[in-house]
C-alpha cells in the first residue's frame, strides 16, 4: 500500500509538471503571437515612438482599464497627454494599420470558404459634441436615441471570425452642419453616405485585401471572385447561419478590446481609437481561434468548451499582458492630477453658465 501511495505521488507530481510547462508553453506562443501582429503592422507608423505607443496602447486595452486616462494610468504614464497626441496629432495610417491587421488575421483564418458579414451598432451619447452623434435609429440601443452609429465588417469561416473594417456614419443633418463639422475635425472630402453605401465600400475594401499578393513581385497567388450562378442550398443555409456572428463580435469586442469606450469626440480620434480596438480584437479572436483548432478535441474529451475570448483574456492578464500598475506613489499622482484637471473644469463651466446667463 505504501508502494502505491508513492507511486500515485509521483505521477500526480508528474502531471503536475507536465500541466506547468505547457502552461509556459502556452504562455510563449501568445506573446509570440501578439508580437508578430505588431511586427506586422509596424510600419504603419514612421517613428519608434508611435510604434512603441500602440503596442503599449494595445496591452492597455487588454487590461482592467478601457478609457483614454486610465490607460495611460494602467500602463505607467504620469499623464494622459502622451496618448491624447497619440489619438488626436501623431504622424500614422490607421487605416493601413486595419488593413495590416485584416490580412494578417485573413492569413490565419482562411479557410477557403470565408463569408464577408455586414451590420452596423450603435453608441448612446449623453452629448451631440461627438463626431456623427444625433437623434437617429439604432437596434442596439433600443431604437431612435442620441448616439453613434458605425457600420462594422465580419469575416468568418470554419475557423474563426473577427472583425476586419468599421466606418463611422455621419447623418445627413451633421454632414450639411459646417460648426460641427469644424468642431469635430471632419474631413472636407467626407460627405454624407447612407449606411448601405458606407457598407459597400467595406466589402469591396475587403475583398481588394483578401486577394493575395506577394509581398516584393506583387503577383497574385489566387482569385476571390463572385457568380451569380445558383447557389446549392446548403450552401445558402451556411451563409445564413453565419450572420449572428458580427452580433457576436460587436458584444465582445466592446466588453474586451474597448470598442466604443474611448470617450473621444473628433473624426480623427474615433478612427485612431478604433483602429487599435480592432488590433487588440483581432490578436483575442485569432489567438482563441488558433487554440480552438489546437485543443478542441482534448477540450471535449475533457468535457470543456473551447476556449472563448472572455476566457482568454483571463488567462492573459498577468501573463502576456503585464498587470497594470498600482504601486501607492502611482496611484496618488493621478489621483492629484485628476481632481486638480476636474477642478479645472468645473471653473471652466460656471464662467461659461455665467457667460451665457449674462447674453440671454
Given at each position: 500500500m505504501g508502494g502505491c501511495r508513492i507511486h500515485d505521488r509521483f505521477v500526480e507530481q508528474n502531471n503536475e509538471a507536465t500541466a506547468a510547462a505547457a502552461t509556459v508553453a502556452d504562455d510563449d506562443a501568445r506573446a509570440a503571437l501578439l508580437a508578430d501582429l505588431l511586427a506586422q503592422v509596424a510600419g504603419c507608423f514612421?517613428?519608434?515612438?508611435?510604434?512603441?505607443?500602440?503596442?503599449?496602447?494595445?496591452?492597455?486595452?487588454?487590461m482592467e482599464d478601457q478609457n483614454c486616462w486610465t490607460i495611460a494610468e494602467a500602463i505607467g504614464y504620469r499623464r494622459p497627454y502622451r496618448l491624447h497626441h497619440f489619438l488626436s496629432r501623431a504622424v500614422r495610417d490607421?487605416?493601413?494599420?486595419?488593413?495590416?491587421?485584416?490580412?494578417?488575421?485573413?492569413?490565419?483564418?482562411?479557410?477557403?470558404?470565408?463569408?464577408?458579414?455586414?451590420?452596423e451598432t450603435g453608441d448612446g451619447k449623453s452629448s451631440a459634441d461627438a463626431a456623427g452623434a444625433a437623434r437617429q435609429y439604432s437596434g442596439s440601443v433600443g431604437g431612435v436615441a442620441?448616439?453613434?452609429?458605425?457600420?462594422?465588417?465580419?469575416?468568418?469561416?470554419?475557423?474563426?471570425?473577427?472583425?476586419?473594417?468599421?466606418?463611422?456614419?455621419?447623418?445627413?443633418?451633421?454632414?450639411?452642419?459646417?460648426?460641427?463639422?469644424?468642431?469635430?475635425?471632419?474631413?472636407?472630402?467626407v460627405m454624407f453616405a447612407t449606411r448601405p453605401e458606407l457598407a459597400g465600400g467595406l466589402a469591396e475594401h475587403a475583398l481588394e485585401l483578401?486577394?493575395?499578393?506577394?509581398?516584393?513581385?506583387r503577383k497574385l497567388s489566387f482569385y476571390r471572385c463572385w457568380t451569380s450562378q445558383p447557389a446549392p442550398l446548403s450552401r445558402l443555409i451556411h451563409v445564413a447561419t453565419v450572420r449572428w456572428r458580427i452580433e457576436e463580435d460587436h458584444q465582445i469586442a466592446k466588453?474586451?478590446?474597448?470598442?466604443?469606450?474611448?470617450?473621444?469626440?473628433?473624426?480623427?480620434?474615433?478612427?485612431?481609437?478604433?483602429?487599435?480596438?480592432?488590433?487588440?480584437?483581432?490578436?483575442?479572436?485569432?489567438?482563441?481561434?488558433?487554440?480552438?483548432?489546437r485543443d478542441g478535441a482534448a477540450s471535449a474529451a475533457a468535457q470543456m468548451i473551447d476556449v472563448t475570448v472572455p476566457e482568454l483574456l483571463r488567462l492573459l492578464r498577468g501573463t502576456v499582458i503585464p498587470p497594470p500598475c498600482r504601486d501607492r506613489g502611482h496611484v496618488l499622482d493621478w489621483s492629484h492630477w485628476r481632481r486638480e484637471h476636474q477642478h479645472r473644469a468645473r471653473q471652466a463651466h460656471q464662467r461659461w453658465n455665467a457667460y451665457a446667463d449674462a447674453v440671454a
Open positions: 514612421p517613428r519608434r515612438e508611435t510604434r512603441q505607443t500602440c503596442a503599449q496602447m494595445v496591452n492597455g486595452l487588454l490607421e487605416e493601413l494599420l486595419v488593413d495590416a491587421a485584416a490580412g494578417w488575421a485573413a492569413d490565419r483564418l482562411g479557410d477557403g470558404d470565408g463569408v464577408l458579414i455586414i451590420d442620441l448616439c453613434q452609429v458605425m457600420v462594422t465588417l465580419t469575416y468568418a469561416t470554419g475557423c474563426g471570425h473577427t472583425l476586419l473594417g468599421r466606418a463611422l456614419y455621419l447623418p445627413d443633418a451633421r454632414a450639411a452642419d459646417e460648426e460641427h463639422r469644424e468642431l469635430t475635425g471632419i474631413p472636407d472630402e483578401l486577394v493575395r499578393r506577394h509581398r516584393y513581385t466588453q474586451t478590446a474597448g470598442l466604443y469606450k474611448g470617450q473621444v469626440t473628433c473624426w480623427s480620434s474615433w478612427h485612431r481609437w478604433t483602429a487599435i480596438c480592432l488590433l487588440a480584437y483581432i490578436f483575442l479572436t485569432v489567438a482563441a481561434a488558433l487554440e480552438r483548432r
